[in-house]
């Protein structure tokens, strides 16, 4: 009898001929989320994935790792019997046992039996008979109910062996990461731009990171903040995203001397836009990713986001662009990163918030706004001066 688990996907079974690349994608990044010192096989079986711990049961940690990636529906710990009845119903008996002992009082159940094994001598009616029947002889404690039983026994007769299961527990789903490319994710120290890390990830997203930066102005808490607010999104893809830390300080400095008050939010945005996209473009990421939310804040009407859209042709992600703060807020709790984005370091937009930004800015305004600054020369130097950190991961496991 060996402890297994099953992973099951939903998506990346409709994707035709690129079928085998997302399912190879997903065993890569489940090998990946295990970590290089837990002895397992990962491989593909029949449109799911089956985890073989070499003998040994599946360690909770491990089965809380597996559950956490992206494209992962659901899985199930099972045991794994070859096609035999005596010693599929003897791994019954375990799982029960497991189950009785988990439990105080009488237990309800049924048996659900899924024959792909056609050559298999027992009908799946035949089988549930032949496994209720076992398990009441075995357990007095236990009882059938087969409408509203504590737990399930599933049983699964398939090519090569039986596996044998009574928790199906459910995934985050979306695609695996890195089976979409890459996108560039504008991370301030606020709630909304890591959720929108987060769901673009789920969307099968590889994530780099970029942070505006405006020390003395901003402290280097902040900056280590965004580093940490990194690293949570890292947990869900199991290796370190980098974050390609920009020195804004000239570029705010710059907008403070040349852009009338009401305009400077339109101006920084745009100006974080045209560091962003030829970082992105450097380094051959195709998208860029923000936290914008329509109508959040004045510089999230659609006016200014076109005018903010205006200096990219890059395509700019918004995960969060239909959704409520509310709902925002709770994902945000939820992914690990709440706590840390409400800890109360400024941003360097909180610190040049004019009283009444302007909440439709017209094109042609902002760009005679901006006339007067030396756009390139300051694109140039924060492209010249980025530093990339990386955050430290979780340790891996070792079991
Ligand atoms: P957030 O909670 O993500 O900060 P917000 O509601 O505060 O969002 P804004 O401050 O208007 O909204 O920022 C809009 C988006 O611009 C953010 O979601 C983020 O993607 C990007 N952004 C803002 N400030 C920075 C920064 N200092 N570094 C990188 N990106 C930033
Ligand atoms: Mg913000």
């Known amino acids: 009898m060996e402890s297994v688990v099953l992973v099951r996907y939903g998506e990346i079974g409709l994707k035709g001929k690129n079928r085998p690349a997302f399912e190879n994608r ?3 990044n489940l090998r990946r989320a295990l970590g290089p010192e837990v002895e397992a096989s990962v491989r ?10 070499k003998g040994r049961e599946a360690p909770r940690q491990a089965i809380d790792r597996l559950r956490s990636v992206f494209g992962v529906v659901s899985i199930s710990p099972a045991k794994a019997v070859p096609l035999s009845l005596d010693e599929a119903l003897a791994a019954a008996r375990v ?15 049924k048996v659900e039996t899924k024959r792909s094994n056609k050559q298999f ?9 032949r496994f209720g029947g076992y398990l009441l002889r075995a357990f007095p ?3 059938v109910d087969v409408h509203a039983p504590d737990f399930v ?19 985050p789903g979306g695609l695996p990461v890195g089976s979409s490319s890459e996108g560039l994710l504008l991370l301030s120290g606020g709630i909304d731009s890591p959720v929108a890390g987060w769901l673009a990830m789920k969307r099968g997203i590889r994530l780099r990171a970029i942070h505006f930066h405006s020390f003395p102005f901003t402290s280097d808490r902040s900056k280590e903040k965004v580093i940490d607010l990194a690293g949570v999104l890292s947990r869900y893809s199991f290796e370190p995203i980098p974050v390609y830390v920009v020195n804004f300080t000239p570029v705010q400095t710059a907008i403070r001397q040349h852009v009338p008050p009401a305009m400077t939010i339109t101006v920084m945005r745009r100006m974080m836009l045209r560091i962003a996209s030829r970082i992105a473009s450097q380094h051959g990421i195709p998208a860029l990713i923000t936290g914008e939310s329509v109508g959040q804040v004045a510089s999230q009407t659609l006016e200014s986001m076109a005018a903010i859209n205006e200096v990219t042709s890059m395509p700019i992600l918004r995960p969060l662009v239909a959704m409520d703060k509310g709902e925002i807020v709770e994902l945000a709790q939820q992914i690990g990163t709440y706590d840390l984005s409400v800890l109360p370091y400024p941003d360097c937009c909180t610190l040049f918030v004019p009283d009444r930004p302007e909440t439709r800015p017209r ?4 760009r005679a706004a901006e006339a007067d ?5 300051l694109v140039d130097e924060a492209v010249a001066t980025v530093d990339v950190v990386e955050p430290v991961l979780e340790p891996s496991l070792s079991l």
């Open 26 to 28: 997903l065993v890569q």
């Open 44 to 53: 593909r079986e029949h449109g799911r994935i089956v985890v073989d711990f």
């Open 95 to 109: 799982l029960v046992e497991e189950k009785l002992r988990a439990a105080k009082g009488q237990l309800t159940f």
């Open 121 to 129: 001598p027992f009908t799946s009616p035949e089988l549930n008979g």
């Open 141 to 143: 404690r236990l009882a």
């Open 153 to 171: 026994l599933h049983v699964e007769v398939r090519e090569k062996a039986i596996y044998l299961y009574t928790e199906i527990l459910p995934g």
């Open 363 to 366: 094109i042609e305004r902002v």
């Open 373 to 377: 600054m030396p756009i390139d020369e």
